[in-house]
């Protein structure tokens, strides 16, 4: 007497399925499939499963996107495995085009624009600042692979205004125009916090 309480391994079928048994082998398990009700259904949704993917006819991603989408995961878990405390990173100044000379051909007085280049860790940040009106506007981007992808926000803190607000796609920003005066300015994305902890804003 047969024992059918002991269920088919996967492989064997499998291999019923993809008619890879020998005939003994094939008469043997279809004969437990026809006792065994979990097994029989088991096989049921193998054999359609198989039959889906035979039936595909969809067309391979290009090597291109499926790089590129490995690597967005790859990067997401980096992150994710990463410290959940904020990284503080103090902006270093490393270029201030008020410390050139005036170019030739610029009326006093003219409105011009300020442009500074800050390192701050594993990214540079691009700041521009312009006199508009009564006021000042101050623009900038950070420049890095860190940002690229992330939501972001920029604040401008002055003794009685501050200024907010975020970057975009390509890690760009441009704030409301506030008056002169000494500000602070952090830009926060991901784990990390950009610091520029004195940027004075005057004629």
Known sequence: MKQIFKHLPFAEMADLAEGRLTPEARAASLEHVSACSRCSTKLGRLEQVMGLMRADDGADAPPALVSQAVNLFRARAARDTSPSLTRRILAALSFDSLQMSPAYGVRSGQATTRQMLYSAGENDLDLRVTQSGEGWVVAG??????CAGMKGEVELQGTSQTSRTELNDQCEFRLPPVGAGSYQLQVRFGNDLIEIPEL????
């Not at 981007?141 to 860190?146: E, K, T």
């Not at 004075?200 to 004629?203: F, G, R, S, T, V």
């Open 200 to 203: 004075e804003l005057k004629a």
């Open 141 to 146: 981007q950070v420049l890095g692979a860190n």
